[in-house]
C-alpha cells in the first residue's frame, strides 16, 4: 500500500479526507521530488549521514586516543605513522572515509539509483571489521571499552546507510516521480517549478477523492437507478472518520493502480500457449510490480460480478486462495477484505494472509476494482502466520472487440510477502502464480455462465 495511505490509516481525529491524503501525497512527493535535477530532501539526508558518519567516527577514535592519556600528537604519531593493524583503530577511520567518498561521489554527485553501490561498501565494511575483531590484540588498558563501542558502532553505522538507501531514498524517489508524471503529465515552464507541479498533484487527488461520493448502485438494484444512488450519497455522510479515510485509501489506490497499468517500461516476463503474457518493471516502493494480460471466453461484467461480489466464493475455484471474507462492508463500491494464500509449490513460499480495502468503478468500457493493504483492528496480524502487504493493485475488465462474449482480463499486482525469501523465488513464485490464476478463472468461466446473470448496477 502506498506510504500516505498507510499513515492515513493510521492516524486518528484528522480533518476532511481530502485534506488528508492530499497533505499526506504532497509530504511523501515533495520530500522525493527533484526540482531542476536539484537532489531531493531525502537523498539530501542520507549524504548528510555520511558526512556523520565520518565525523563522528573521527571524533569517536580521537577520544580513544586521548582517553590512555598520551599527548595528542604522540598518540596521533603513533596511531597514524606507525600504523599497525593490531594496534591502531586509525583503519576504522579510514574505512569511514572510503565510504563517505565513494557513496557522496555515486548518491551526490553522480546520482545513481540503485542500492548495489552501497550494498558493496556495506558489505566490504562488516566483512572488515569482523577481521579487525579478530586480528586487533584488545589489551585492558583504559580505552578498551570505547574501542569496542568504536567498531560495534561503526558496523551499525554501515548498516544503517545500506538499509536507508534501499528503504528510504530509492522507493520514495520513484513514488515521487510516479505521482508527477500521474498528475502533471509533462513540464511547465515559467517561475517556480514546484509550484505547478504540487498544484497538480492536489488537483489530481482532487479529481479521485471526489468520486467518493459517485457511487453506484448495488446488484440488486436496477441499473441506473437514481434511487438507490441518493440512498448512497447520503449514506456516505453517515460514515465515521475512520470510514472515511478507508474510503478514500480505496479511491486512491484505484486510481494508482489504473494510471499504474497503463503507463509504460513493462519487460515482458513470460508467455503461454493461451496468449496470457505476465509483464515486469520497478515499481513505486523499488521492487518488482507485475501485470498479467490474457482473454476469458465470458461477458466481463458477469466475471466482474463473480470476482467481486462473489468474493468468498473464491477458494472453491481458485487454488492460491484458502479463505476469503469481507470484514466491514464500507459503501456500496468499498469494501475490506481478509484472504489467505496457500503456500507456493514445494512449499518454498509459506502462506500468507493479506487485510485489503477494495474500491470499484466503471472508467468508459472497462470495469476495474483496485485495493491496497490497509490496518484493521478485525484482523490483527497472527503469529501462526505471515502477514503481506499489497502495494495498489487492481483488476480490469473489458469487452473483447466490442462484444461481450469475450473478456480482456488485467491484473496489476504490487505485493510485499515479507520474510526472508530471495527475489528470484519471489519472482519466481509471482509470474506462477498469475499465469496460474487466469488459467483457474479459465475453468471457472463455464460455471458463471451456468449461474442466472445478477445485476451489477452501474450506469
Known sequence: MSRSSQVSLQVGGLGSVNATSTELLMTNYVSGMQINGRMSAVRRFFCLFVTFDLLFTSLFWVICILIDGMPLMEALIEEVKYYDVKHSMFDIVMVASSRFTVLLLFYALLHINHWWLVAITTALSCAFFIAKTLIYEWNKKASYPFEVMLILISFLIAWAEAWFIDFRVLPQEARAKTILEAASGGHHSGGDPMIPQLEAVRNYLNNYTETIGDFYSPMESPLGSDDDDDDSRRGAAKLSPREMQMQAAGCEALQLAWDTLNSSGWKLEKETSHGDAVYSKLGPRGSKIYKLMGEVDIDPKALFTEMVYNFENMPTWNKAVTLGR?????????????????????????????????????????????????????????????????????????????????????????????????????DQALTHAMVDFINCVRNHAPVIKGKSSEKCGFR
Open 326 to 426: 469481507i470484514v466491514q462492508t464500507i459503501d456500496s463500491s468499498t469494501d475490506v477484505v481478509y484472504q489467505v494464500a496457500s503456500e507456493g509449490p514445494g512449499g518454498v513460499v509459506t502462506a500468507r494472509d493479506f487485510v485489503n480495502v477494495r474500491h470499484w468503478k466503471k472508467i468508459g468500457d472497462n470495469w476495474v476494482a483496485g485495493g491496497v493493504a490497509v490496518v484493521h483492528d478485525d484482523e490483527p496480524p497472527q503469529k501462526s502466520i505471515v502477514r503481506g502487504e499489497n502495494g495498489p493493485g487492481c483488476w480490469v475488465f473489458r469487452p473483447v472487440d466490442g462484444t461481450t462474449k469475450k473478456c480482456s482480463f488485467q491484473w496489476l499486482l504490487d505485493t510485499d510477502l515479507k520474510g526472508w525469501i530471495p527475489q528470484y523465488v519471489i
